[in-house]
């Protein structure tokens, strides 16, 4: 057992008795909570390998992104946070911590969770200011490039083979969740950064397991999470660019694009990797000013006095 699983082991434990002694809650309210607490904690372990006490925002953002990637309702999305929240609010009140981490992370709205965009001014000032230079530089907005072209998580962007490159078909293989397998076109663009990478500032695998493996760490590694994370939220700050920005916001942005650009809504599912069109829907909220464009142009009466 490693350290981190030892403190997941220490610290649920203090938290359950806590809420069943001295919140006195009742056992099925309990469970609810625990049961929560223990999806967190298999997302967190899994995929980051950290204990609680290491645990920070966007972590926390990944978890509630993740949810939602799943298909889980909005109430479900809401609730899961909520009881995240009150196993750090408890950390907090034992002095544990000085501060929690899913304090800026908002909860889910119950009418609709929209997903947050870049426009495409946005996304290419990020593109332009990074600097390219340095192999370490063009890897970065090679990554980014993907993210957005492409639609990735960012799952599925670290753990890209080289072998999943059909780039002569015009098109690269995604191992999404559950190991569902999709196939996913990309841009000529998208394709020659990718080729130019691999050719001239890809470096040397640290091992055999990162062989096959596209984007390295400057040891040859496969990248981790985080890491992308904290090159996006470099990348955004040298555009000038204040707000937050995760991976999943470029492949928010993939989506909603695309629809703005005529695509078909079932045709993004697919590309999304999405088991159910309700997850995917709800990027047709996201662009009121393109859905009355659409009401003028094609509807009787929006054509007779939508336009002089």
Known sequence: MTQAEKEWDI????????????????????????????????????????????VDAAVVEDFMASLFEDGAEKSTQGRTLSGVNSFYDFLLRTDVLAKSPTEFVAHPKTRHVLPDTLSVGKIDAILDAMDVSTGQGYRNRTMIEMLYSCGLRVSELTSLHISDLFFDEGFIRVLGKGSKQRLVPVSDRCRMQVETYLREYRGRPGDEKSADTVFLNRHGQKLSRIMVFNIIKAAVAAAGIDRDVSPHTFRHSFATHLLQGGANIRQVQELLGHESIATTEIYTHLDTGHLHRTLNENHPLGKRYGRK
């Not at 006195?24 to 909570?33: F, H, K, Q």
């Open 11 to 54: 610290y649920s434990g203090k938290y359950r008795t806590y809420i069943k002694l001295e919140r006195g809650l009742a056992d099925n309210t309990v469970e609810s909570y625990m049961r929560d607490l223990r999806r967190f904690r298999r997302f967190v372990t899994e995929r980051y390998r950290l204990s609680p006490l290491d």
